[in-house]
């Protein structure tokens, strides 16, 4: 019979106590979620059979993190930065969240967006160790057999990505695994989910990223995507794997592309405990920005006319959070669509035009337009201009989209214009944020996808609230794991959104500032937990208690509550037990 390595102990709310490892010697080192490198203590190394395995001195942990935090400030990039948390994390998962930890501001624009992107694409020249789990044609077939191998079984969350959308430099092939570790450390970070409760999975169908297919360095599966039914027998065959090994854990679709992401999202809402950050994480972050702007403006979301500069997967995804909102807010859905205005490459997507299925319900009727003519007229100037748009929003990964045109026209429709330029990384951002204060004189409302220094206009520096999708889903997956919920609900985004921004301070609502900053991000984090939870109890979609959890929460919200705030982990050293 195998024996684990070792085992975490879990306490009465599902917290961690401590880990009994069943390791002894060298190999004790090799595993990341146990290792305390030089913090063993003189007991510890002797019981693990570590004496002469390690220098003489023993560390703290404060010791360790002291040292880390001066060998980053040595590095010269933030690739280099990110390379090193990386590498830190694969030794020692406590120390790379405790440095992680004490500067969530500084590090998390190192350990996701814009740095994740970099390391996307150099992903193959940058590898140093396995991370994660890698399916491809040539093993999918045994997908139950290499989940079930995997060293950490007590999985809570999977982030899972196909790789072709990634951020807004498009398919990475098996470097968008990247994104993955990355959704998970902010899991760990926001929301107190464990390490060994995450699992990070990339299904490497292919690329079609020729630059990929040519590099000779390329360590993902050669080959063209799989496209229709050979693409969709893909994902089943790791769906039903999955389901069978983990099927409580929570499985979070990440950076699929336009109608791929719309498609399994849908197909599998009712077989999985799942969700698409992209499009639902992205509809929950904007909306939260926006229902703060209401909050300066003292206005209503029903008298906003919307345009969103981008109909992909994250875009559409912010239309039909949008529309949820409004319908709360008391319109019906035809009034509500009408408000809501959408934009591709094409101008003003129009029902006029062959559509893929996921833009069809945001198109307009070009009858109804009376000032579009001509294709000539179908520009994103006309639009703001003829339909008096108050909230414009970025999705388009073109830089420079909004212009000091765009940004005057805005201003003539409201005294307070929303101007959200959300496209990553920062080089895709629509606008700058010290443009966009300048050319509206101050008075637009700004917040951005990507961070941003703070902008410095008529004798103030202004914070720009970031609309980082970290600020929804790390809350939303813990609130799942908390209440077992056994399906992610469209009013989960809807609860979260308004969480974030009842969080922005009054302070900074008075300066126009929509987002709350990043050192908050725990805190925001175990609210939208404890609304998600509720709802799901509201909605019974519950079980009674928590996959780790032996205190049931009887589907009291106050007991859940409990579970959220006493089950999150945070970066120290456990005894061995």
Known sequence: MEINHYEFKYGEFGETLGVHINLRGFDV???NNISKGTAFTIKERRKLKLSGFLPPRVKTLEDQVKSSLDIVDQKESDIEKFVYIRSLYDRNVVLAHAVIASDITKFLPIIYTPTVGLACQQYSRLFRGANGIHFYPGNIDYAEYILRNYTDQDIGIAVV?????????????AGGISICLGKLMLYTQGAGIAPWHCLPISLDVGTDNEELLNDPDYLGWRHKRLKGDEYYAFIEKFVIAFKKRFPHALCQWEDFSKQTAFTVRDKYLKELISFNDDIQGTGSVALAGILAAMKVTKQKMTDQVYLVS???????????????????QGLNEKDAIAKIFTMDSRGIVTNDRELEPYKIKFAKDPKTLAWLKTPEDNTLLATIKNEKITVLIGTSGQPGQFTKQIVK??????????????????TKAEALPKDIYEWSNG???????????????NGKDYRVGQMNNSFIFPGVGLGVVASGATEVLPVFFS???????????KDDIKDGILFPSLDKLRAVSLEVAKR??????????????CAFSKFNHNNDPERLNTIVDKMCWSPKYFDQL
């Open 29 to 31: 080192l090799r595993f």
């Open 161 to 173: 990505t196909d790789n072709q959308g990634i951020l807004g430099i498009g398919d990475q092939g």
């Open 310 to 328: 981008g109909a992909g997967a994250g875009g559409i995804g912010i239309a039909e959070q949008i529309q949820t909102e409004l319908m709360e």
């Open 409 to 426: 026209a805005m201003c003539e429709n409201s005294d307070r214009p929303v101007i959200l330029p959300l496209s990553n990384p920062t």
């Open 443 to 457: 008075k637009a409302l700004v917040a951005t996808g990507s961070p941003f220094d703070p902008v410095h206009y």
């Open 495 to 505: 609860a979260a959104a308004h969480a974030v921004a009842e969080f922005v301070s």
């Open 532 to 545: 998600v939870g509720a709802e799901a109890i509201k909605a019974e979609v519950t079980q009674k208690d």
